[in-house]
T-cell receptor
Framework: AQSVAQPEDQVNVAEGNPLTVKCTYS??????LFWYVQYPNRGLQFLLK??????LVKGSYGFEAEFNKSQTSFHLKKPSALVSDSALYFC??????????????FGAGTRLTVKP | SQTIHQWPATLVQPVGSPLSLECTVE??????LYWYRQAAGRGLQLLFY??????ISSEVPQNLSASRPQDRQFILSSKKLLLSDSGFYLC??????????????FGQGTRLTVV
């Protein structure tokens, strides 16, 4: 079975500081990993994904994430946080071992608050 | 470009009443379609997914059902709503990728309150 964990319910950072939102995964095979952002009362917006290749993935709005197979992690990062980055962030995984296009599992979400 | 439309944005329904939420996708064909529920602004629970017309898979037993009458139309229904059906419902689509490497794109969501 595939699953993701976001160990932090809440992350607070000051504007201009670097931010990290953590995600760890569990799969039987190799993972496809995704990050999404959700603003209040809105749907989820896709930020970036790791499929294969370079472990450092760059995405929208200056976000990036690093795939670490030994630590089974896919942490989301940004060098300099903006107040407008405040939102709910979701990590998601698919396990390619099951060749399943249908089952994307999401973490519980991490609320990021960037203070001016 | 592809777009996804989900309506209504908000809905207040009495217990025991029926439900119909609709989702349509434009600009693509034969998408995978999904219904998720988000409770209390947190994690997403996959309710249903569909790989084609009339093909529905359910993730959890519940008071809800889904149908896909057309290629790009996905409907979430209930015959009798329960209080526990309240939540934020999200429709999503993805292209049929290679072993699941495609991201999903979400609609704006429907806030359902059962009273």
């Amino acid at each position: 079975a595939q699953s993701v964990a976001q160990p932090e319910d809440q992350v607070n950072v000051a504007e201009g500081n670097p931010l990290t939102v953590k995600c760890t995964y569990s799969v039987s095979g190799n993972p496809y990993l995704f990050w999404y952002v959700q603003y209040p009362n809105r749907g989820l917006q896709f930020l970036l994904k790791y499929i294969t290749g370079d472990n450092l993935v760059k995405g929208s709005y200056g976000f990036e994430a690093e795939f670490n197979k030994s630590q089974t992690s896919f942490h989301l990062k940004k060098p300099s946080a903006l107040v407008s980055d405040s939102a709910l962030y979701f990590c998601a995984v698919r396990d390619i071992l099951f060749n399943n296009n249908n089952d994307m599992r999401f973490g519980a979400g991490t609320r990021l608050t960037v203070k001016p | 470009s592809q777009t996804i439309h989900q309506w209504p944005a908000t809905l207040v329904q009495p217990v025991g009443s029926p439900l119909s939420l609709e989702c349509t996708v434009e600009g693509t064909s034969n998408p995978n379609l999904y219904w998720y529920r988000q409770a209390a602004g947190r994690g997403l629970q996959l309710l249903f997914y569909s790989v084609g017309i009339g093909q529905i898979s359910s993730e959890v037993p519940q008071n809800l059902s889904a149908s896909r009458p057309q290629d790009r139309q996905f409907i979430l229904s209930s015959k009798k709503l329960l209080l526990s059906d309240s939540g934020f419902y999200l429709c999503a689509w993805s292209q049929v990728g290679v072993r699941g490497n495609t991201e999903a794109f979400f609609g704006q969501g429907t806030r359902l309150t059962v009273v």
